[in-house]
Structure formats: C-alpha cells, structure tokens
C-alpha cells in the first residue's frame, strides 16, 4: 500500500504540530552539576510485558535494576488484556501435527500490516518468539494445553497462560525479579530524559513520585503536577516500555479525526502519549503514529476489554457474523482486525444514524473451544447470550429468521465440503472435528469495534536502540513493546504483541547491560 503525498503532509503536518506541544529545552548536563537522588545500571519505565521481560533480562545478567509505573497498580495493559501468545513450534502446535515456519508468520504479519512492516524487527519477532516462551516459562509462568486460532493467521499459533489473562504472564516475571534482586515502584512517572553536555547521551531521568494519576481520559497529563520530583542517575540505559496511547483520547484524535471520545477503548486508563511525547520533544524519531487499530470484537454490552473478546475467539473461528438486519454475512470472520472492524464500520449506521450491531454466534461444540468459566462470565454480564433455537436467537436479535436460516444452512454445507464458498473462511478441526453450527444451544453477543491498540510509537533498530531525528542512535535509551513503531504496520496481526513485548523487552535490556560494561 502507498501513502499519497497529499496524506504524507497531512499526516507531517500534524505530527510537527503535536511535537511542539510543550516545547522545551533539552537537559543537557555534566554529571558533576546534578545532585542525584539515586543511582541504577538499569532502569525500565513501564510494568507490562516488555517491561517485565527486560526487568527479569537485566537482574539475570548482573545489572541494579528498578522498574517505574506511573499507575498505582502494575501490569500497564498486559494485566488486563487477554494473554494470547502465538509462536512458531509451541509444544501445542508439536502435539497437533501443525506445520508452521517463521516465514509465514512473518507473511501473516505483514499482510496484517499492509506491507508497512520494519521487515528487520518482525523477522526478529518470529525467530525469537519460542525463546521468550521458554524464557517466561523457566520464570515461573505456566501455559496450557490449548492452541488457538486468531484471524488472519495461515494456521494454529495462538497459545495462553494457566487463564486468559496476561497477567499471569507479568506477575510471575515481576514477582521473578522481586525475588533476585529487582527493585519495583508504583507511583513514579517518567517526566523528562537527562543527557550528557553533548546532548548525545542519556545519563539520568527526571521523575515525579508519589503521583496521582487522573481516571479522567479527557484530561491532559501535562497539567497533572502531582508528586515530588527527583533525578536517578543510570549508568547503563533506561528501557522506555511505556505502552501506546489508546486512551489517550485528545492525542489519538488529533492524529486521526474519526477516533472521537464515543469510541470505546480496550485499553486500561494509563495508556496515554504522555511518554511518547516526552520523548519527541527530545527529539526522538517516531513512525506510524497515525494508524492505531480498533478491535472488531468488542461488544456494546460491556464496557472496555470486557469478555467478548475471548469468547470471539472460538465464535469467529466455528461460527459466523451476520448483518442483524438481514442475517447474512459480510466478512470473513477469520480476517485480520482491520478488515473486520472496516466491514462492521461500513455496515452497522442505519439511514437515521443510529446503530444495529452484528451478531456473531457459534454452536454448542464451538463454544467449547474456549473455557467454560469464559463462556458462563459472559452470560452471567448479559453480554453472551444462550439460545436453544435458531429461532429464538432470531427473534431476540430480529433478525429475519429465512435470512439467518439460509446463512446457516449455506455456512453447514460449506463445512461438510471444506470449503468457504461465499467468504472463503479457512476451517480448523476442534479436537478432530470441524465444527460447523448445528448443535444447540447457540452462544451469541453483539459485536462493535473499539480502539485497542496504536501501531505508532520511536523507531529503534535490531537491538531495540532508539533513533532520534538525525537518524543517529541515541547512547542509552532503548525501547520495546507498544512504544516502539515498525512491526506491526498499519494494524496489529491479533495475539502478536505479546512476542514483540516479551523479545523485544530482553533484547533492549541485554543491550543496555552491554552498553553499561562498555560505559565502566
């Protein structure tokens, strides 16, 4: 996909204008005129995956490391999202005979991205993805024995921790890193880099703490001026694994007009571009800061991540979406995020403006591809709904029952034929068999896209070191996770960002203990 000239200086102009916002002088220093309050080899801003990842990386190779949040609370999105992981050559891809290779997770990726992938930065992704699953494992995290299938993956790569949450990934890896020697503090926000009297060189950071952050997502946290403020010195390198900013909702509209403060978010208060813009007013290098993705399967029955998402998972894969006004369908149901969420968008608005949700819904054996304390959660919040008939799910939903029927019978007959004539939808075996939707009861929720993830964020290089402006890289600072710009390109293959974070958030702390052995 090409960018037109005329979205380029759009999107430049726009861009320059947030950059300025808050313009000030870099710190520029010699060490000798700072009074440092403390003093650290490592430290990693951020408390979800990459920076649980680099936190465990760093004790592990010798380095005095301390991890800040901003939050009262750790874990940043990762604690709340839903712990998909997909890898190539998992145990569970072994055990199921699943032929995969790193180049066709890679072809995933960026047929995902549209092509606008860091090709450099997802190939790492792919080859080190079965690493960091055994790095997590060998630190206290344990995943089952189910594989899942994500839209727009070729096959089966989508694993989970003990319950789908992610934070049974971060949790085990923090308490990993308490227990060898980490020192972890809530409450600290990141205010500003310090460098050398080159301006070459990060040597310190100036925090704020004992901040109280402001639940209000129409706030700007520029004027939060909470906490007290003071300056850790760091002989090897921060790890910026500050997340992206989803919820951030005045900066993620003046990057795109269409992301309006009545969009949901999947994202956890804290996801702001306070961090971000930080970092470019200190002249930092960013990419992709317009494209930011909206989830297809969230549900206006619940606000936020929700359960709908981790119910979607088996419905899309052994169900079907149907227009609630016609009961056919639209969309591959097993298309990447963006194309979904495009096909909702386009759909959904009636001639008066108000909106009809579609409705994806799956069988009795569909439903099983996902745990039952999942699918009973969701009924228990009105939010999945369970039908005994195909009728009543059409006249709960109206839906015009022929229509919905037809669908039915149609999506059945492709199933026995192992082929999706009409959305040419790929078909996977449950535990040996492919379900298709004829064994009630029926589970069904209501569909709408939110804002879940932002694509933008510094560009750094194979070692996870930031770049700045001049195209140079800046002596230590590193970055990792929803930070960084680059892997994803324009939308987020789904289950994808847990490898970047956990790869990319080692990789950034061996190269900051690296560049700590070369400063002594």
């Known amino acids: ?33 700072i009074q440092w309050d403390e003093e650290w080899d490592v430290i990693v801003a951020g408390s979800g995956f990459a920076g649980s990842a680099a936190l465990c990386q760093a004790i592990d190779l010798g380095a005095k490391t301390l991890m800040i ?47 606008l992938n860091q090709r450099e930065l997802v190939e790492v992704i792919a080859k080190n993805g079965y690493e960091a699953y055994k790095f997590t494992t060998k630190r206290g995290v344990f995943y089952r024995d189910n594989l899942g299938h994500f839209g727009g993956h070729s096959v089966p790569r989508t694993i989970w921790p003990a319950i789908n949450s992610g934070g049974k990934i971060t949790l085990p890896l923090q308490a990993y890193g308490k227990k060898n020697g980490a020192t972890i503090r809530t409450r600290v926000i990141l205010d500003d880099l310090i460098f050398d009297k080159s301006g070459k060189k990060v040597i310190g950071i100036k925090v704020r703490e004992n901040y109280k952050f402001s639940f209000d997502p129409m706030s700007n946290e520029e004027d939060n001026k909470s ?37 949901d978010c999947t994202n956890h208060y804290g996801a702001t571009g306070y961090a971000l813009r930080m970092m470019m007013r200190n002249n930092v290098k960013t990419r992709d800061l317009g494209w930011v993705q909206l989830g297809p399967w969230g549900s206006p029955d619940e606000k936020g991540f929700g359960i709908s998402p981790v119910f979607a998972i088996p419905a899309f894969a052994y169900g079907v979406m149907v227009d609630a006004r016609t009961g056919k369908r639209f969309v591959n149901e097993l298309a990447d995020r963006k194309v979904r969420a495009d ?14 949700h579609p409705i994806v819904f799956c069988d009795s054996v569909g439903a099983t591809g996902t745990r039952k304390e999942n699918v009973y959660r969701g009924i228990h919040k009105k939010v999945i709904r369970k039908f005994d008939t195909l009728k009543e799910l059409a006249n709960f939903y109206k839906i015009p029952y022929e229509g919905l029927k037809k669908t039915v019978d149609d999506y059945n007959k492709y199933v026995k034929n192992g082929k999706d004539e009409e959305m040419d939808k790929p078909f996977f075996k449950l535990r040996g068999k492919t379900p298709d939707i004829s064994k009630p009861p029926y589970y069904a929720f209501r569909a709408i896209p939110k804002v879940h993830h932002t694509m933008g964020g510094v560009v750094i290089d194979t070692e996870a070191r930031v770049y700045g402006k001049d195209d ?38 061996k190269s900051a203990v690296k560049l700590l052995k070369q400063r002594v």
Do not use: W
């Not at 996909?1 to 808050?22: E, H």
């Not at 995969?100 to 997770?105: A, G, P, V």
């Not at 996770?481 to 080692?506: K, M, N, T, Y």
């Open 1 to 33: 996909m090409k960018i037109s000239r005329r979205n380029f200086v759009k999107n430049s102009t726009i861009l320059s204008g947030i950059a300025m916002m808050g313009m000030k002088t870099n710190l520029f220093a010699n060490e000798e005129d």
């Open 69 to 115: 949040d901003k939050m009262p609370v750790l874990g940043g999105n990762s604690a709340i999202n839903g712990g998909a992981f997909s890898i190539v050559g998992s145990p569970q891809q072994e055990k199921r005979g699943i032929k995969d290779s790193h180049e066709l997770y890679v072809k995933d990726i960026f047929k995902a991205g549209l092509g």
């Open 227 to 263: 906490g007290i403020t003071k300056y850790y010195k760091i002989n090897g390198g921060i790890v910026m694994a500050t997340g992206g900013f989803a919820y951030d909702v005045n900066f993620r509209q003046k990057l795109d007009p269409k992301l309006t403060p009545d969009l």
């Open 343 to 356: 096909a909702i968008l386009n759909i959904h608005e009636n001639p008066d403006g108000s909106l009809t």
């Open 472 to 509: 140079k890289v800046i002596e230590g600072l590193f970055a990792a996770g929803e930070a960084v710009g680059g892997p994803h390109g324009a939308s987020r293959l789904g289950s994808c960002a847990v490898p970047d974070c956990l790869v990319f958030g080692r990789i950034a702390a």
